[in-house]
């Protein structure tokens, strides 16, 4: 963000994912938790096991319905 803005981030998540990115918001990482826990979570599918110890997040492969937390992490 530092570097090349928003515009830099989305050119960069757009060539590592070949997503087109038209609509982006720029939040707080406990907004971001509290705007999924408002919404109820989010079911995602989680392509292969997550272990983070910092974050304390662990998660097995396959769908999964995420709290706002289980987001965040």
Known sequence: MSFGGTSGIV???????????????????????????DLGGVDVDIPYPMDDDYSKTHFKAGKKHLSGNQALG
């Open 11 to 37: 050119a960069q998540v757009e060539s590592l994912t070949g997503i087109q990115i038209d609509y982006y918001a720029i939040t707080s990482f406990w907004n971001f938790r509290n705007l999924i826990h």
